[in-house]
């Protein structure tokens, strides 16, 4: 009996999770402005509890795609018996309302992790916090019950059975994809927390990016992670072989990213050296914003994308009010308070902080391109200037010279010092690195390809010269130590992120130059008993069969790889017929390695016994996603640096100072 | 000018001169990348330019799909179902291209009425409709319901 109202128990712990958000929103800020601690003391309590029941809520969705009840209108759209239990729990973020409460869910266990993990901040600090958070927890709380309840029920025509998963996204890559992106977008609103609270507490200072940075870098390492598996999974899934398109809904997920990248290194020059601390507020706030763009963009339906679903207006609607009222508000607070926190800290021209600042003009400037193509098709077609799309040209033309400048100023950064460098110095570390980055690049393109191309020595000499620059810098900090066990146990684990991100972006850099300039494509005809050589590799078909799935049923190829004539190994593509919903889907098959992908997929039976095959031979395709790995784990690397733990300790002994009323002795 | 005014100074004519740069960059490469959308009706009422990139969009027209038996060419018909537009594709075609079902398609106009097409787009979810077909099909209904 109990499982019958499972639905109804999930809403109504989705309105007490409204009601505690609200409270949450409400009573701990009250607090601060009358000064009363049993008011702020609620902050923590109610986002335990905002999050407990959430959670409640999202258990109950998931049970009811486990028990198969189609009565719930997004069950039905969205599962089906025949489908496999695994796929039955993540098929609850498959669709839109699900998607909004997982996003929910997240909101309030970052709340709750905020929660859990200040107790060395002062108790204003985690009120105003947390409050921030509650309000924008009401927001996508009212959002989810008012537009887009998950549990709505299809009573009393239930259908006997459901509509089925998409099955794009019946595979490991949206398991796991979603969620990630989900983290770094939500996680940015801690960030976004702290500026507000800054602001509204007047307390900007070293002690505040101490909180916000490991917030910000994981946030940021997630949303990393969330991007490359996107892009991993839009490579072996569509079918393709592509793993980046510039489409709109990439684009909502890539501007968050690059202002985050800038928030993270603005932070590093204000906890360092006390400047930037208005310019990182904003970004705090430009951040939050844009990942709050990127979901109206895609939860809205106003793009037409590849990731585009069916949707309804009214939702975008709410949640370009919602947008409006936190950007329109935490302006508004940063333009009453920002001024009054100013404090300026003079630099040269050639320092870390002024090529910490040129990092992130450029890094705005990406953003704003971004945005721009994004957003100008969205623009023209509101003011009924006609329908037009922004092709990868564009975003190519402008991203490509950029990056390179980026990097550029990136190889120099990291062996300038704080507050003034000599430029003699700084030459004569790097020439060599820079000579050296010159050479290899502009040979390395004769030695892979067999000629010279203009965009492969650039891209090489990009990434290599963020290497060897590294490397020098590395060499030079070890040298001088006494041994170079006792050089690396003196360096930060600080040092060893920024180490490992930077080597990241190069690593990134090499795969994506490799990939564009010696991906070899072609679409063929084949027959069994026929074969086609690419890029070395000859591919022949021997068998096509037919084969049952759970809940499809495929043709498949079998394709023997050989090479000089000698077999190599077997490929079995698909092409897949879900019954539930009729829908065909290409199912790749595939041959990772290190320096080169292997790439089977099959296009349309031709009628005739062939099938028309997409044959693909990807150079260092892995690397695109190895890189963004590294780079987040050096977003992580620099989080649980010695020195925010330290932090903790001197403010457990400063609470015991508050405690034993030494507060006038200590100040 | 005292230094610290004059290094502001320096910062604000810097910042001014990347953003112009920028802003100049941009307009630039969005003016030569920007893919116009015209539906078949446009096209057949000869609005559409010739020999420059554009994106059309209807329906496929039932039947109208026929594959070359030697190569992967393949011509099909877009359609509002009051007119026409030829569409020429080499290539393998999009699981969920079929018959009676909206696509977008990126190309150049050969001529009038035929489109030589680089790219062909169907959607994800079988419901979804691409916003600019939905328009283009606006109060249009298929022959084969009217009859």
């Not at chain 1, 150079?619 to 050096?634: H, I, K, S």
């Amino acid at each position: 009996m109990l499982s019958k109202i499972i639905p109804e128990l999930g809403h109504f712990a989705l309105i007490l999770a409204l009601l505690m958000a609200l409270f949450q929103a409400l009573v701990p800020m009250a607090g601060t402005l009358t000064r009363r601690p049993l008011w702020m003391a609620f902050a923590r309590p109610l986002a335990g509890g905002q999050f407990l029941f959430l959670a409640i809520a999202y258990l109950c969705l998931t049970a009811s795609f486990l028990l198969d009840d189609f009565s719930v209108a997004y069950v039905a759209n969205n599962s089906n018996s025949m489908l496999p239990w695994y796929y039955k729990t993540t098929a609850v973020w498959g669709s839109h309302e699900g998607s909004v409460l997982l996003w929910s869910l997240i909101l309030g266990g970052w709340g709750f992790a905020v929660s859990q993990f200040s107790s060395q901040l002062p108790r204003d600090m985690v009120a105003r916090v947390l409050s921030v958070m509650g309000m924008v927890c009401s927001g996508f709380l009212l959002f989810v019950l008012v537009t887009s309840n998950p549990f709505e029920r299809l009573l009393p025509n239930m259908p006997q059975d459901g509509a089925d998963l998409n099955p794009l996204l019946q595979d490991f890559g949206l398991v796991i994809h979603p969620p990630m992106l989900y983290m770094g977008y939500v996680g940015f609103s801690v960030v976004f927390a702290f500026a507000i609270a800054g602001l509204l507490g007047g307390r900007l200072d070293a002690a505040w990016t101490r909180w916000a940075r490991p917030w910000t870098n994981v946030a940021w390492a997630f949303l990393t992670v969330g991007i490359a598996l996107g892009s991993w999974w839009a490579y072996y899934e569509l079918g393709w072989g592509g793993w980046w398109f510039w489409d709109p809904v990439e684009n909502a997920s890539l501007l968050p990213w690059l202002s985050g990248t800038a928030l993270i290194h603005s932070l590093a020059v204000t906890e360092k050296r006390g400047s930037f601390r208005s310019w990182t507020v904003l970004l705090a706030i430009i951040t939050f914003s844009l990942s709050l763009l990127g979901t109206f963009l895609v939860r809205s339906g106003v793009l037409t994308s590849v990731h585009a679903f069916a949707n309804d207006p009214a939702r975008g609607t709410f949640i370009l009010v919602l947008l409006g009222l936190t950007v329109g508000l935490s302006l508004l607070v940063f333009a009453l308070r920002a001024p009054r926190m100013s404090h300026s800290v003079g630099f040269n021209w050639l320092s870390r902080d002024a090529l910490l600042l040129v990092n992130n003009i450029l890094l705005v400037i990406m953003t704003v391109t971004v945005l721009l193509g994004t957003l100008y098709p969205l623009l023209l077609d509101a003011l009924g200037l006609g329908k037009i799309s922004v092709g990868p040209p564009y975003f190519n033309a402008l991203f490509v010279p950029l990056t390179v400048l980026l990097c550029v100023f990136m190889g120099l950064g990291p062996l300038a010092r704080w507050k003034q460098t000599s430029g003699r110095e700084l030459f004569k570390r790097l020439a060599a690195a820079g000579v050296a980055a010159l050479v290899i690049g502009m040979v390395a393109p004769l030695l892979y390809g067999g000629e010279w191309d203009l965009w492969v020595s650039l891209g090489l000499v990009t990434a290599l010269w963020l290497v060897l620059s590294l490397a020098r810098d590395l060499f030079d900090k070890l040298r001088n130590a006494s041994s170079p066990g006792a050089g690396v146990k003196r360096l930060s684990l600080a040092y060893w992120g920024m180490v490992v991100g930077h080597l990241g972006l190069a690593v990134t850099i090499v795969g994506v130059t490799m990939v564009s300039n010696y991906n070899v494509e072609r679409n063929i005809r084949l027959a069994p008993g026929e074969s086609a050589e690419i890029a070395g590799y000859t591919f022949a078909m021997q068998e096509l069969r037919e084969r049952r799935g759970p809940n499809f049923i495929a043709d498949t190829a079998t394709i023997a790889v050989s090479r000089d004539g000698e077999h190599r190994f077997t490929m079995y593509p698909e092409k897949r017929f879900y019954l539930a919903r009729g829908m065909p889907m290409t199912d790749v098959a595939l041959r990772p390695g290190l320096l080169r992908d292997l790439y089977v997929a099959m296009g349309e039976d031709l009628g005739d016994g062939s099938w028309a095959m997409r044959v693909q031979f990807k150079p260092f395709v892995r690397w695109l996603w190895l890189g963004a790995l590294l780079m987040a784990v050096g977003g992580v690397l620099a989080v649980v640096d010695r020195r925010y733990r330290r932090v903790k300790r001197r403010a457990e002994q400063a609470r015991t100072a508050d405690a034993a009323g030494l507060e006038g002795a200590r100040a | 000018m005292n230094p610290k005014r004059k290094q502001r100074l320096m910062i604000v004519l810097g910042l001014a001169a990347l953003a112009a740069i920028a802003v100049g960059l941009t307009l630039y490469s969005l003016s030569s990348n920007i893919n116009l959308f015209f539906s078949p009706e446009q096209i057949a009422k000869g609005e559409a330019p010739l020999e420059r990139q554009i994106r059309a969009g209807g329906m496929v027209k039932e039947g109208s799909v026929q594959r070359d038996s030697e190569s992967l060419d393949v011509t099909f018909v877009v359609t509002d179902y009051e007119n026409d537009l030829k569409v020429r594709y080499s290539g393998i075609l999009p699981d969920l291209f079929r018959e009676g079902q909206g696509v977008v398609v990126v190309g150049k106009l050969e001529e009038e009425r035929l489109m030589r097409a680089g790219q062909v787009l169907a959607k994800h979810d079988e419901n979804y409709m691409p916003p600019e077909v939905a328009e283009v099909m606006q109060g249009k209904m298929p022959t084969d319901t009217l009859e």
